[in-house]
């Protein structure tokens, strides 16, 4: 995995908004997920990003969705409604009048009904968990690797501690022995997509965001506890993965809700370091976390660790000036060191922000990239 060694290098999390709206090219056959794919690797190539990616248009989209069809051992369930986990917590409390009224015109995204209206489907574990999405996954790999090549190109997956929250189980005797079961059942996929030579990015949005659905009642303890358990069960579905071919992804959810009860990082940090990867994907650039650049003063990142943090974001339409790019990034390079700063975004751009607007957005990011290298000192 490359460091900013010649300048400050750029990135993203994943997922990029579909084309179609810009260049008329739809996902559907083999055929036209190939042209959209191409068409989503050229622009990042065309905008400057130095680390790309399918876009996660090959997975459709949707990081847990895909995963439906790629595990045995589920059966699809139904679920009161107002009962799922994902339905509950103190931000959906507290702000109960957001929440309904997003809920009835399925406007918390930008595209109406993208992500709210449509409930992910919710499959109970009642057999033994094992991998069976290899077709699946080679397609994957193979049109990602036709268009983008392999040489700074990451594919996304998701961990163990995510794929659970849509997943409860009625098989395994605890929880312990059921999200190792989903670790060892996901290590095909891990395995594979770096055995293409791929950088493999983990997305693990859930581990911190059930703080206020689950946490604040277990109390801190009892959830570092459980967090610690399910980054072990990463960490063994990891085992056979050099480091450097790692990227870990940790947010809160990133909706466009207030988030008022998120888990600050500086609870699981330690947690976070602790995962069997080189580089570490995190919220910065929203109201709600930029404040943890301070972190960095007493927290010091491990040697040969590399910080992606969100420079850019989807929680808000305004594009942010290159200018502001530069300075979060010298603040971020100044604690860590500018070798080990990449810029990234707070999370995915598909299905929450206008094509025109994050692309534009990624536009600043390397604007500001290159500002906050003449800054640093890069020749």
Same mark, same amino acid.
């Given at each position: ?69 790629? =595990?045995?051992?589920? #059966?699809?369930?139904?679920?009161? /409604? ?7 917590? !103190?931000?959906? $409390? %507290? ?58 190109? =990451?594919?996304?997956? #998701?961990?163990?501690?995510?794929? /659970? ?7 395994? !005797?605890?929880? $312990? %022995? ?202």
């Amino acid at each position: 995995m490359q460091r900013s060694l010649a300048k400050i290098l750029t990135t993203h999390v994943g997922s990029l908004p579909l084309l179609s709206v810009e260049r008329g090219i739809g996902a559907g056959d083999a055929s036209s997920l190939a042209a959209q794919v191409a068409a989503v690797v050229a622009r990042q190539r065309e905008t400057g990003l130095d680390i790309i990616n399918e876009g996660e248009h090959a997975k459709g989209g949707d990081w847990l969705r895909y995963m439906q069809k790629r =595990f045995g051992g589920f #059966t699809e369930i139904d679920v009161p /409604e107002g009962k799922a986990l994902v339905d509950q917590g !103190k931000d959906r $409390e %507290e702000f109960a009048d957001f929440y309904k009224y997003a809920n009835e015109r399925g406007t918390l995204f930008y595209t109406p009904g993208a992500q709210i209206a449509k409930k992910r489907p919710v499959q109970a574990c009642t057999g033994p968990v094992n991998y069976v999405g290899q077709a699946e996954l080679k397609k994957e790999i193979d049109v990602t690797i036709a268009t983008a090549g392999t040489e700074n190109v =990451f594919l996304t997956s #998701t961990a163990p501690a995510s794929l /659970e929250v849509y997943r409860p189980n009625r098989y395994y !005797k605890n929880d $312990e %022995e059921y999200v190792f079961a989903l670790a060892e059942a996901m290590r095909v996929e891990y395995e594979a997509i770096v055995a293409a030579g791929l950088i493999l990015q983990v997305d693990d949005a859930w581990l911190p965001a059930l703080w206020d659905r689950i946490g604040m009642a277990m109390g801190p303890d009892a959830f570092r506890a459980r967090s610690r358990m399910r980054i072990e069960a990463l960490n063994h579905a990891l085992r056979n993965i050099p480091e450097d071919r790692v990227r870990y992804h940790l947010c809160w959810g990133s909706w466009h809700g207030p988030h008022a009860y998120d888990l600050e990082l500086k609870h699981i940090v330690d947690l976070m370091l602790m995962v069997k990867a080189q580089a570490y994907l995190i919220e910065a650039a929203n109201a709600r976390h930029e404040h943890e650049v301070a972190l960095w003063d007493s927290v010091k990142l491990p040697d040969g660790k590399i910080l992606i943090p969100g420079i850019v974001t989807h929680s808000t339409d305004v594009v942010e000036h290159p200018e502001l790019v530069s300075q979060r990034l010298q603040r971020y390079a100044r604690r860590v060191g500018r070798e080990n700063v990449v810029a990234g975004t707070d999370c995915g751009f598909g299905g929450r922000s206008h094509p025109q607007i994050a692309w534009a957005k990624l536009r600043a990011l390397v604007e500001g990239a290159a500002l906050a290298s003449k800054a640093l000192g890069f020749r």
